[in-house]
């Protein structure tokens, strides 16, 4: 009988090293993280394994499984110790070795493989650990199965039947760039800095580029799993203004920064201006309705409201729906909404047929992008954003906000919104005209300018997102507004950054 997992454990002691621990906080709406040893042990690990192996024989899905991990100094030995406890339910693991995450999504597809399990903290800080998981490609986990599998771990509800199997795929990477360049190369020349935060794109991404023509500046491409410059995260504005000095430095066409595990990718353009995810959304929504009119796109709650109002996308019948932050949410609805592309604004892209199968790739995107680029040989990435409305935008902010009373805040956050609209009152002197609650909180003024309010999925924070379509001291404005409403919950922290 295995034990049952504790909550916490003294390191450095025979019970962590002879006991599971697992914080049941690690198990979030769509993902797992946690701070390694701090918050799960190996063991732990192990438990999880053997509570994904259990889920996934209840869910009757082929016990059968793809794993891979990303390049931090214990990834490796978190998936050998979930691949233990997979095997231990009796489930055939696969294993890719190091990989991006789209290249364990696309191993489900070239292996025939119906389940994942991909060891990573993705952009989080060096002491993150977690796991992205599926059991129907391309699908991740959502909250109903997250809250299951934290039900069977933490109750070590575990039914271990044996029969598991371990194999190793060789040189698996190579078979996915294979795949993603069995196309025609670009025409124009093209110089593309690629900045790849000292993580696990650094192997692949400066690579997948030289072989789609490009000229590529490799930036932070070397693997370092301290992260010695700056966390593999494309919408810090540190990674942003290093791109952007290599760009201006370089005299390069584009620059395209990948985050740590190679599904998200970052863009500054040619004059070193980094352009933030939804509104390259907008651009690449632009080009791909020209060429497959009346596209349904779909875009998370925290994107720019040019995706409805955008007169181009309005003329090529392209339709938008508006969706949950998060890549199981977005990926879910793309599928069941048969759109062409799902677009969030920290990056997450999700092609579908026929450009690819619908799970996030930031290899995908920076070739989507280069080829915008080819089909506008006249243009520049610079043209190209200024061929936009012009508004004024903030980055993804994130105050500090524990996880045990971040949804309560948020909560707290839409009763005090929706009593003003209900009231009539003005919110940064602006009537509010609509509201939406799909995720937290997404408030606009009748000038069009709207404050977002959520919980951050896999961090102890909450997210606020501010756009103006009509000036920048609306944008700030609004931002006071929103975070005095904030303020009014002491648990509300320091924020990441602001404007």
């Given at each position: 009988?295995?034990?049952?997992?504790?909550?916490?454990?003294?390191?450095?002691?025979?019970?962590?090293?002879?006991?599971?621990?697992?914080?049941?906080?690690?198990?979030?709406?769509?993902?797992?993280?946690?701070?390694?040893?701090?918050?799960?042990?190996?063991?732990?690990?192990?438990?999880?394994?053997?509570?994904?192996?259990?889920?996934?024989?209840?869910?009757?899905?082929?016990?059968?499984?793809?794993?891979?991990?990303?390049?931090?100094?214990?990834?490796?030995?978190?998936?050998?110790?979930?691949?233990?406890?997979?095997?231990?339910?009796?489930?055939?693991?696969?294993?890719?070795?190091?990989?991006?995450?789209?290249?364990?999504?696309?191993?489900?597809?070239?292996?025939?493989?119906?389940?994942?399990?991909?060891?990573?903290?993705?952009?989080?800080?060096?002491?993150?650990?977690?796991?992205?998981?599926?059991?129907?490609?391309?699908?991740?986990?959502?909250?109903?199965?997250?809250?299951?599998?934290?039900?069977?771990?933490?109750?070590?509800?575990?039914?271990?039947?044996?029969?598991?199997?371990?194999?190793?795929?060789?040189?698996?990477?190579?078979?996915?760039?294979?795949?993603?360049?069995?196309?025609?190369?670009?025409?124009?020349?093209?110089?593309?800095?690629?900045?790849?935060?000292?993580?696990?794109?650094?192997?692949?991404?400066?690579?997948?580029?030289e072989r789609l023509g490009c000229e590529v500046i490799p930036l932070d491409a070397e693997l370092d799993h301290?992260?010695?410059?700056?966390?593999?995260?494309?919408?810090?504005?540190?990674?942003?203004?290093?791109?952007?000095?290599?760009?201006?430095?370089?005299?390069?066409?584009?620059?395209?920064?990948?985050?740590?595990?190679?599904?998200?990718?970052?863009?500054?353009?040619?004059?070193?201006?980094?352009?933030?995810?939804?509104?390259?959304?907008?651009?690449?929504?632009?080009?791909?309705?020209?060429?497959?009119?009346?596209?349904?796109?779909?875009?998370?709650?925290?994107?720019?409201?040019?995706?409805?109002?955008?007169?181009?996308?309005?003329?090529?019948?392209?339709?938008?729906?508006?969706?949950?932050?998060?890549?199981?949410?977005?990926?879910?609805?793309?599928?069941?909404?048969?759109?062409?592309?799902?677009?969030?604004?920290?990056?997450?892209?999700?092609?579908?047929?026929?450009?690819?199968?619908?799970?996030?790739?930031?290899?995908?995107?920076?070739?989507?992008?280069?080829?915008?680029?080819?089909?506008?040989?006249?243009?520049?990435?610079?043209?190209?954003?200024?061929?936009?409305?012009?508004?004024?935008?903030?980055?993804?902010?994130?105050?500090?906000?524990?996880?045990?009373?971040?949804?309560?805040?948020?909560?707290?956050?839409?009763?005090?919104?929706?009593?003003?609209?209900?009231?009539?009152?003005?919110?940064?002197?602006?009537?509010?005209?609509?509201?939406?609650?799909?995720?937290?909180?997404?408030?606009?003024?009748?000038?069009?300018?709207?404050?977002?309010?959520?919980?951050?999925?896999?961090?102890?924070e909450l997210v606020v997102v501010i756009e103006s379509p009509v000036s920048e001291a609306r944008l700030h404005?609004?931002?006071?507004?929103?975070?005095?409403?904030?303020?009014?919950?002491?648990?509300?922290?320091?924020?990441?950054?602001?404007?």
């Amino acid at each position: 009988m295995f034990p049952t997992p504790k909550p916490f454990l003294k390191p450095n002691t025979y019970e962590f090293e002879s006991s599971p621990m697992v914080k049941a906080t690690g198990f979030r709406e769509y993902d797992a993280r946690w701070l390694f040893p701090d918050e799960i042990n190996l063991m732990g690990v192990q438990a999880l394994g053997m509570g994904l192996g259990t889920l996934i024989h209840e869910l009757g899905i082929r016990p059968e499984i793809v794993v891979g991990h990303d390049f931090r100094s214990y990834s490796a030995s978190i998936k050998i110790a979930l691949a233990n406890g997979l095997m231990a339910a009796g489930i055939k693991v696969r294993d890719i070795g190091l990989a991006l995450s789209p290249m364990a999504y696309f191993a489900q597809f070239e292996l025939d493989c119906p389940c994942v399990a991909m060891v990573t903290a993705s952009h989080n800080d060096n002491g993150w650990t977690g796991v992205k998981m599926g059991v129907q490609r391309p699908m991740t986990f959502g909250p109903e199965e997250m809250t299951r599998l934290k039900e069977i771990v933490l109750a070590a509800a575990f039914k271990l039947p044996g029969g598991g199997a371990y194999s190793f795929e060789e040189n698996f990477p190579e078979r996915y760039l294979a795949k993603l360049l069995d196309r025609p190369k670009i025409t124009r020349k093209l110089k593309v800095v690629a900045a790849c935060g000292n993580g696990t794109a650094g192997a692949f991404a400066p690579e997948a580029l030289e072989r789609l023509g490009c000229e590529v500046i490799p930036l932070d491409a070397e693997l370092d799993h301290t992260f010695p410059k700056y966390n593999p995260n494309p919408e810090d504005m540190q990674m942003l203004h290093a791109i952007r000095d290599a760009v201006l430095e370089h005299g390069a066409d584009v620059g395209l920064g990948f985050d740590g595990d190679g599904d998200r990718c970052g863009v500054v353009d040619n004059e070193g201006d980094e352009i933030f995810a939804d509104k390259v959304g907008v651009m690449l929504a632009r080009d791909l309705s020209a060429i497959h009119p009346n596209a349904q796109f779909v875009v998370d709650v925290k994107s720019t409201g040019l995706f409805m109002t955008d007169p181009v996308l309005i003329a090529q019948g392209a339709k938008t729906d508006y969706w949950k932050t998060g890549h199981s949410y977005i990926k879910r609805r793309v599928n069941e909404l048969n759109a062409l592309v799902g677009f969030e604004k920290s990056g997450h892209y999700f092609f579908n047929k026929p450009i690819g199968y619908g799970y996030d790739d930031g290899l995908i995107s920076a070739l989507a992008i280069c080829d915008m680029l080819d089909r506008n040989p006249d243009k520049s990435m610079a043209d190209l954003k200024r061929a936009l409305p012009k508004t004024w935008g903030s980055p993804t902010m994130s105050p500090h906000c524990a996880d045990d009373v971040k949804y309560d805040v948020v909560a707290e956050t839409t009763a005090t919104f929706e009593r003003m609209h209900a009231e009539g009152e003005p919110v940064a002197g602006q009537k509010i005209v609509d509201i939406v609650t799909v995720n937290g909180v997404r408030v606009t003024c009748e000038d069009g300018t709207w404050g977002l309010v959520r919980a951050s999925s896999n961090k102890p924070e909450l997210v606020v997102v501010i756009e103006s379509p009509v000036s920048e001291a609306r944008l700030h404005e609004m931002f006071k507004a929103v975070d005095g409403i904030l303020r009014r919950r002491s648990e509300v922290g320091a924020y990441n950054q602001t404007i």
